[in-house]
């Protein structure tokens, strides 16, 4: 049985945010009287990760899931609460803890800005006390996965974005983590430098079993990682499952686009009980139920002279879109 | 084996913050040069021949304000300013989850640029030299190791200092701005615009109970062959960092605490 490497009970987590009035009497009663008030952004949430997942946290904007990586990482300290990550009580940060975990987050860097990427990563090398034979092999290893090489010698301030994550992420990985938090670490990326570093995330998690925590905007990160995902709303948990249950659920149906011989045809269609979505020329968009698309499919191809068909479903992003804005999904 | 560990780190520390001090060369020479307060304050006493009233010879007095500007450029520390900057920039956040207080890092980064810093002010030293060729002394080696050891405890102090300063940002945005309260006492107190022995004898009566004479003047006077108490310097010197460096490590276990990540 594969057990929980993360383990949260009844997390809490609460930030006093000074408040002020607009104009200029605000900014003088600001000055004087400073209102504080206290802001419950993680509200009694409670899940379980296993070893060697990956799991995607969704949300929108300030929903919180950041917050929930930093508390899972040890770097903000929760209000109310337990946490257990890989066995420790991550806001004590021991150095055994320390050692396991590492977190990226996308546009920001530990890489030292006016040297080369090499430099820094025999210095996290030192810091995390691994000898100089291990670190040649292990940089020669990750650089050989992220298909990286002579940018490891270019200083930092010279290498494009998608290089420069290369660098960070074989930076965050030189101690061989087990636990890593990634916080949209394909923000600002173009498509292939995104594609390549989900290629790398997958086989890194195949060949060493490490658990995965991500947030990230862009669906295609977790749609292609994730097989379960937490969707956070407003600092509570919405839905936390299986990711393809989610998307069944919320999208049961597929939308066929029939492009037929002709108008008459078309015609024929529209009048032959299926729902219809929409109907331009000899051009006919029909609704079908997920369970019976093969037997629609059928009835289409024996019944109607049809030229083209083309299976859609409604785009990924709009599902997820869907999910950010409710409350919650009972599935 | 974790010596030889622990050795390489510190050793991999300062040299890659050596690495990074050396991209900036020129800025670190105009630091250097920008140093030379104790010139000016010496150009102001020899010609007003104040020294006459502290009972210091004027050779005596070039010695210690070129010994002043050395101290002062081994001693020189920013960590508020960098950890501020990397607070408010969330680059603080990947530091505090490796297995390294963040605050080895900056001081690598002090001991790396003082490492660059020391052959341009030798350079200035020789300028100094042949302006004033009758101030040239050689100082035996157990003083130079005497000033070595105090300058850097100097350093120490002020370091400790700045980081406790540098760990309001846990809950001030702006905790330079406390840094620049204490910047006014050590400018006047440290003994970098005049020797101590110069100020009235109502300060005299309470300075030696704060850090600052210890931090140019109790070295500056050790090196330049001044009469001064070393074993006292000493002694207060190493209370001091005995004193800061709990305060240190208190206030950073309760700003760690506070830490909201904020920038990141």
Known sequence: MVKNIIDVRNLSKSFDISSKEPGLKGTIKHFFQRQTKSIEVIKNISFEIKEGEIVGFLGANGAGKTTILKMLCGLIYPSKGSILVGGHMPFRRKENFLKKITLIMGQKQQLIWDLPPIESLYLNASIYEIDKFETKKRIQKLSEMLEIDDELFIPVRKLSLGQRMKSELLAALIHEPNILFLDEPTLGLDVNAQRNLRKFLRKYNEETNATICLTSHYMKDITSLCKRVICVHDGSISYDGKLDQLLKKLSPVKHILVVCRSEKDATKLENSGFTIKNKTNNEITIIVENNSTTSSLKKILNNFDIEDLYINEPPIDEIIGRILIKKNYDI | ?264
């Open chain 2, 1 to 264: 084996m974790i010596f030889s560990l622990i050795n390489r780190k510190i050793y991999t520390l300062l040299k890659v913050q050596y690495s990074n001090m050396m991209e900036y060369r020129v800025e670190i020479a105009l630091w250097a040069i920008s140093g030379i307060i104790p010139f000016f304050m010496l150009n102001i006493w020899t010609n007003n021949n104040l020294n006459s009233s502290i009972n210091i010879s004027a050779i005596m007095l070039s010695r210690y304000f070129l010994c002043a500007f050395f101290v002062r450029q081994f001693s020189v520390v920013w960590v508020v300013f960098s950890f501020e900057e990397d607070s408010l920039m969330g680059k603080v956040s990947p530091y505090l989850i490796q297995p390294l207080n963040p605050f080895f890092r900056y001081f690598a980064q002090h001991l790396a640029e003082q490492i660059t810093r020391f052959p341009f002010a030798l350079i200035i030293a020789f300028f100094f030299f042949i302006f004033n060729p009758e101030s040239i002394w050689i100082p035996s080696l157990g003083v130079l190791f005497l000033s070595i050891i105090s300058t850097f405890l100097s350093f120490l102090i002020q370091f400790l200092i700045q980081s406790i300063v540098a760990c309001l940002c846990f809950w001030t945005e702006k905790a330079s701005s406390i840094e620049r309260l204490l910047f006014i006492p050590t400018l006047f107190l440290s003994g970098l615009l005049a020797p101590v022995a110069s100020f009235p004898e109502y300060v005299k009566s309470w300075i030696y109970f704060t850090p600052f004479p210890y931090l140019i003047d109790f070295p500056a006077n050790l090196l330049s062959g001044n009469p001064t108490n070393v074993s006292l310097g000493f002694t207060i010197q190493i209370l001091w960092v005995l004193l800061l460096f709990p305060v240190f490590k208190k206030i950073w276990s309760a700003g760690t605490k506070k830490f909201t990540a904020m920038g990141s």
